[in-house]
């Protein structure tokens, strides 16, 4: 079984850039997650779908992250424009379900911004 | 403050030696998770607790939630160095979960 599949890697830009992230997650997880992880901190939610309905977007900044799963697949995460403190690892996570025991990561994508 | 503290925030252990990695929550657990990132990667689940006292292993890791369930133990018995990671425990929060700063395990060959 393919797992939750995440691009870029990695991804540098200037602060007031913008950037994307895509994530494909684990086909028929109707759930997926963005996390967002500050080094040597643990995975913050941003953002949590149900298909293509968000469930929870309350610790997303919304004056600059936005983010979308249009067809109830895969799902992209913008942030327009970058500040320094945006530096992180981005993780899109998929379950089954909302409420399944088990979340599947990506590998993530390290943004750092200068 | 942080709702779930994990202890030590870093452990360097001998190859072979046993370890105990604490996660303690200011509220009830009703769900605690234990996962593992290797470094620069994503999460890995290990196991779910759900019931206080409940006791489950994988491996060479036991993880227990003890039974007042504001706290979570991970065990691992003689450690390997493909045990060297961070492990993060999380809190089951209205079908969400609650992060802690996770531990840094380093395996000494």
């Known amino acids: 079984e393919a797992g939750v599949a995440q691009s870029p890697r990695y991804k540098i830009i200037e602060k007031r850039q913008s950037v994307a992230f895509w994530c494909n997650p684990i086909?028929?997880?109707?759930?997926l997650y963005w996390y967002q992880q500050i080094l040597g901190q643990g995975p913050k939610l941003l953002i949590q779908?149900?298909?293509?309905?968000?469930?929870?977007d309350s610790q997303l900044p919304k004056d600059r992250f936005s983010a979308e799963r249009l067809k109830g697949v895969d799902s992209t995460l913008k942030i327009q424009p970058a500040k320094l403190e945006d530096s992180a690892v981005y993780l899109c996570?998929?379950?089954?379900?909302?409420?399944?025991?088990?979340?599947?990561f990506g590998p993530g994508t390290r943004l750092t911004v200068l | 403050s942080q709702e779930l503290e994990q202890s030590p925030q870093s452990l360097i252990v001998q190859e072979g030696k046993n370890l105990t990695i604490n996660c303690t929550s200011s509220?009830?657990?009703?769900?605690l998770y234990w996962y593992k990132q290797k470094y620069g990667e994503g999460l890995i689940f290990l196991m779910m607790?759900?019931?206080?006292?409940e006791e489950k292993s994988h491996e060479k890791i036991t993880a227990k939630l003890d039974e007042k369930k504001q706290q979570s133990s991970l065990h691992i018995t003689a450690s390997q160095p493909s045990h060297a990671g961070i492990y993060l425990c999380?809190?089951?929060?209205?079908?969400?979960?609650?992060f802690g700063k996770g531990t840094r395990l380093h395996i000494l060959p």
């Open positions: 999380g809190a089951d929060r209205d079908d969400k979960i609650i």
């Open positions: 086909s028929g997880h109707a759930t």
């Open positions: 509220k009830t657990l009703y769900g």
């Open positions: 779908f149900q298909n293509n309905g968000v469930v929870d």
């Open positions: 607790l759900q019931k206080g006292g």
């Open positions: 996570a998929s379950s089954f379900t909302s409420g399944a025991p088990e979340q599947f």
